[in-house]
């Protein structure tokens, strides 16, 4: 009888043991689990775009998204793109500063802290100009030159509300993309010196700016615009937040030359536009 009870103890014992020897890789397994499922739901991507794919044919070169393309939208700042997005990195396209967020471009134009107002499409892999014309077709306007920005538009409908804009590092066709931009189907493009017919005055030296940047100066309350100077042909102003804070600043040509720059003193990009057209 004795040895029956202490046999029936060891195995009690034992069982015991088992159950707590089992149990603990389960819950080790079981947290280990939940916390791969927590980093997967914080794991920030954004969205793979093929340029050359039948997708963006369909759904970007042949839709508006002047305002917003999978998810990022132009009302987005800095903290929100990148709260969605994660970290960016910074390139330099064409003489111009771009924040690369996957596929996507952003500039953040005035500020960092306020709506991106501009965004466009970066190929992941070298996409020359003939592969692009290959797969999308001939461009509307060919406006590629070694002065300035060089890029073709396309806008096959009128009225339709956008037009695409397809930037290249030079004229030939074996030049790569650098990115892709959606612009409002009235705002006009020009490239060349040789066709220019602008002349910069004191009255319309804002519609330049406005031009160059594709955006609409009464829309922008937060910023103060100071008054242009002229100094030979050129008109220079800086523009600041309403505290004061210097943001950036402008020289414009007569002959429709614009010139940006940052707070800094560093030139952002340049280019020529016309007003005549």
Same mark, same amino acid.
């Given at each position: 009888m004795i040895y029956?009870? &202490?046999?029936?103890?060891?195995?009690?014992?034992?069982? @015991? +043991?088992c159950s707590i020897t089992i149990g603990d890789p389960q819950n080790h397994n079981q947290k280990s689990s939940k916390s791969n499922n927590k980093q997967h739901k914080n794991k920030k991507e954004t969205p793979k775009i093929n340029v050359l794919s039948q997708d963006f044919s369909d759904h970007y070169m042949n839709e508006n998204h002047v305002t917003g393309y999978k998810g990022l939208?132009?009302?987005?700042?800095? @903290?929100?793109?990148? $709260?969605?997005?994660?970290d960016e990195e910074v390139r330099n396209f064409l003489g111009r500063e771009g924040h690369v967020y996957g596929n996507f471009m952003v500039m953040y134009y005035l500020s960092e802290g306020y709506p991106v107002k501009q965004f466009s499409? %970066? #190929? $992941?892999?070298? %996409?020359?100009?003939?592969?692009? %014309?290959?797969?999308? +077709? !001939?461009p509307t306007q060919?406006?590629?030159t070694r002065q300035g920005h060089s890029f073709v538009v396309y806008n096959k409908s009128n009225h339709n509300?956008?037009?695409v804009a397809v930037y290249t590092k +030079?004229?030939?066709?074996?030049?790569n993309i650098q990115y892709i931009m959606q612009f409002p189907d009235d705002f006009k493009f020009e490239n060349s010196r040789d066709n220019q017919q602008t002349t910069i005055t004191r009255d319309n030296v804002f519609d330049a700016v406005e031009a160059f940047e594709g955006i609409d100066k009464d829309g922008t309350?937060?910023?103060?615009?100071? !008054? #242009?100077?002229?100094?030979?042909? &050129?008109f220079g102003f800086s523009y600041s937040s309403k505290d004061g804070k210097l943001l950036g600043s402008y020289n414009v $040509? !007569?002959?429709?030359? %614009? !010139? $940006?720059f940052n707070e800094n003193g560093k030139k952002i990009r340049a280019g020529y536009i016309n007003l005549n057209q």
């Amino acid at each position: 009888m004795i040895y029956k009870c &202490v046999w029936m103890i060891t195995a009690i014992l034992l069982l @015991t +043991g088992c159950s707590i020897t089992i149990g603990d890789p389960q819950n080790h397994n079981q947290k280990s689990s939940k916390s791969n499922n927590k980093q997967h739901k914080n794991k920030k991507e954004t969205p793979k775009i093929n340029v050359l794919s039948q997708d963006f044919s369909d759904h970007y070169m042949n839709e508006n998204h002047v305002t917003g393309y999978k998810g990022l939208m132009k009302t987005m700042d800095k @903290t929100e793109i990148e $709260s969605k997005y994660g970290d960016e990195e910074v390139r330099n396209f064409l003489g111009r500063e771009g924040h690369v967020y996957g596929n996507f471009m952003v500039m953040y134009y005035l500020s960092e802290g306020y709506p991106v107002k501009q965004f466009s499409i %970066v #190929p $992941s892999n070298h %996409v020359t100009y003939k592969d692009f %014309v290959d797969f999308h +077709g !001939e461009p509307t306007q060919d406006l590629r030159t070694r002065q300035g920005h060089s890029f073709v538009v396309y806008n096959k409908s009128n009225h339709n509300g956008y037009q695409v804009a397809v930037y290249t590092k +030079g004229n030939n066709d074996d030049d790569n993309i650098q990115y892709i931009m959606q612009f409002p189907d009235d705002f006009k493009f020009e490239n060349s010196r040789d066709n220019q017919q602008t002349t910069i005055t004191r009255d319309n030296v804002f519609d330049a700016v406005e031009a160059f940047e594709g955006i609409d100066k009464d829309g922008t309350d937060h910023i103060i615009w100071k !008054e #242009p100077k002229k100094k030979g042909d &050129v008109f220079g102003f800086s523009y600041s937040s309403k505290d004061g804070k210097l943001l950036g600043s402008y020289n414009v $040509s !007569e002959d429709g030359y %614009v !010139e $940006s720059f940052n707070e800094n003193g560093k030139k952002i990009r340049a280019g020529y536009i016309n007003l005549n057209q």
